[in-house]
């Protein structure tokens, strides 16, 4: 199983809307990100959890607000939004942090109206 | 500073052609890795493939296969025989010490095979 389960796939919110996307990996990888992909840009790192513990924040927006129950799970918490945060969400996991392959979901293509 | 540079920002080709998508990067680290991405129209990213830079040989996988030059700085990713199902963007990605590790994109190559 090499899979990365995101959820919601699509995702429209307003920008008063509270709402968060979910990441999910059972390969039993300790590290794993959060990328925003705009149309024809390639991804960037937003942030990376290692062992649970956030490690990397890449100078992101207070609005977006990650969270790592446990090493399986991974979600952003969204709120107070603007429209040029509309774009596609990326999560991914990888073994350790440690230039070891990372695998990507599918992601949540965000619209904030 | 590390950089991924894929100066083709667009191919077009017809299926069965073969097809080159070009990568060249910098990095002052002597251990690194490169990595190339397939990004269909579904939107996940397709892991193709890892390499270090103390491994110069060059792979095949099938269809697939990638020349890695040091001396060049470049790891170029061919298509042998592409077919419509290879439309996608194409990311080449690094990965050293100086960026903590974590990947650096190239702007990716969007390649369209037609029937």
């Known amino acids: 199983d090499t899979e990365v389960t995101q959820t919601p796939k699509h995702l429209v919110m307003g920008m008063t809307n509270k709402k968060s996307l979910k990441c999910e990996q059972h390969m039993g990888h300790r590290a794993m990100y959060w990328y925003k992909q705009k149309a024809k840009k390639p991804p960037e790192l937003m942030f990376v959890?290692?062992?649970?513990?956030?490690?990397i924040n890449e100078s992101v927006p207070s609005r977006f607000s990650p969270e790592c129950p446990n090493s399986s799970l991974l979600n952003l918490h969204l709120h107070a939004l603007q429209p040029e945060d509309s774009a596609l969400y990326l999560c991914?996991?990888?073994?350790?942090?440690?230039?070891?392959?990372?695998?990507f979901g599918q992601g949540t293509r965000l619209t904030v109206v | 500073a590390q950089k991924v540079t894929q100066a083709q920002t667009e191919i077009s080709v017809v299926e069965k052609e073969d097809v080159t998508l070009d990568c060249v990067y910098e990095t002052r680290d002597t251990t690194y890795y490169l990595f190339w991405y397939k990004q269909p129209p579904s939107g996940e990213l397709v892991f193709l493939i890892r390499r270090n830079s103390f491994d110069e040989q060059n792979e095949i996988s099938g269809r697939y296969s990638w020349n890695f030059q040091k001396s060049t700085s470049s790891f170029n990713f061919t298509i042998t025989a592409s077919q419509v199902v290879d439309s996608a963007v194409y990311f080449c990605a690094l990965s050293d010490f100086n960026a903590g590790n974590m990947l650096t994109f190239g702007g990716g190559t969007r390649l369209m095979v037609k029937p």
């Open positions: 959890y290692s062992y649970e513990k956030l490690s």
């Open positions: 991914a996991s990888s073994l350790t942090g440690l230039n070891t392959e990372a695998f």
